[in-house]
């Protein structure tokens, strides 16, 4: 089988003021970094757009009827300090969150072995009724959610990889029983949430906290002493990744320190992991990454890494 790519030019049409690091030129970037022979052989896909039920498994109607109604006809309007909205964010939103339920059907039903979801604006710091982050809905807890109710999973895992915590997928997945949200982030950092301490209702939420300038070896051993055995101990039946890449070392907006390479070991170690307990059903999908060399440069290093774990 194949690795799939979901992508849409949509999301293009949802731009942020001048000199924001969550701009346009991100996915320009990364479809440079995917466009050359050695990824041939991905399943390129359009990425659909969701209709409102896929959102409201997440969010409440009323929060998804003010994200509506907040986009603009010209120009960019900002919902708070980092969040901003053009004309076409909503359907590029869309298309982030439908992007990754085709994705989660194309792996569960057997099309494809994997996924990488190139789309934005990112999702992981959305809570249920709050916009932040550069995010406006939570595009990695909804294709969990999904997961769960058109496929019946009982047990999927999301990893989530990038710098800063992912609170919203956190706040979204709290009271989930059959979900297990593994967040490693930078601390202290914005958002300034992701204590060990928090636990989720169903001792369900795992965030380990790695201190700024900790550097690659601190994250592996992180992973292979806690987050492996976890996933083990779950037997997860999908694992889903928020594929932020604001941890490499060129990245202006953090302090970790990785290297591209450890994009790479990462990505197959938890592939190894998927092919033990789930047949190898991955889904990853695009969060942070803010030096577009290295987000390219990583995002690539992960989609081989995908692209060899899944012929």
Not at 33 to 48: E, K
Not at 102 to 108: F, G, S, W
Not at 139 to 162: C, E, P, S, W, Y
Request: proline letters at 6%.
């Amino acid at each position: 089988m194949a690795t799939a790519l979901y992508s849409h030019d949509d999301c293009l049409a949802h731009v942020t003021p001048p000199g924001h690091p969550e701009q346009v030129a991100r996915l320009e970037h990364i479809a440079t970094a995917l466009a050359g022979p050695a990824f041939d052989a991905l399943d390129r896909r359009q990425a659909p757009l969701a209709g409102d039920d896929p959102i409201l498994l997440c969010h409440p109607r009323d929060y998804l009827d003010r994200i509506i109604a907040a986009e603009p006809a010209t120009g960019t309007v900002a919902l708070d300090a980092d969040t901003h909205m053009s004309p076409g964010s909503v359907q590029a939103a869309r298309r982030a969150v439908g992007g990754v339920i085709a994705a989660v059907d194309a792996v569960m039903t057997g099309e494809v072995s994997n996924a990488f979801v190139a789309c934005r604006p990112p999702g992981h710091h959305a809570e249920r009724a709050t916009q932040m982050g550069f995010c406006l809905f939570g595009n990695i807890a909804i294709a969990a959610k999904h997961a769960m109710q058109a496929h019946g999973l009982t047990r999927v895992a999301i990893v989530d990889f990038d710098v800063h915590h992912g609170n919203g997928t956190q706040d979204l997945l709290w009271d989930e029983p059959r979900a297990l949200f593994i967040s490693s982030h930078q601390s202290p950092l914005w958002p300034g949430t992701g204590a060990e301490s928090d636990r989720g209702a169903h001792d369900n939420i795992v965030n380990i906290p790695l201190p700024p300038d900790s550097g690659s070896a601190t994250m592996r051993q992180a992973y292979e002493g806690r987050v492996f055995p976890m996933l083990d101990a779950f037997e997860p039946q999908l694992i889903l990744i928020s594929a932020g890449f604001d941890a490499h070392q060129d990245d202006p907006l953090a302090q970790l320190r990785w290297r591209t390479e450890d994009f790479t070991w990462l990505t197959q170690r938890l592939c190894d992991l998927a092919t033990t307990h789930c047949g190898g059903r991955v889904v990853s999908t695009l969060e942070g990454g803010y030096d577009l060399t290295a987000l390219a440069a990583s995002a690539a290093a992960h989609v081989t890494v995908l692209m060899e774990k899944g012929a």
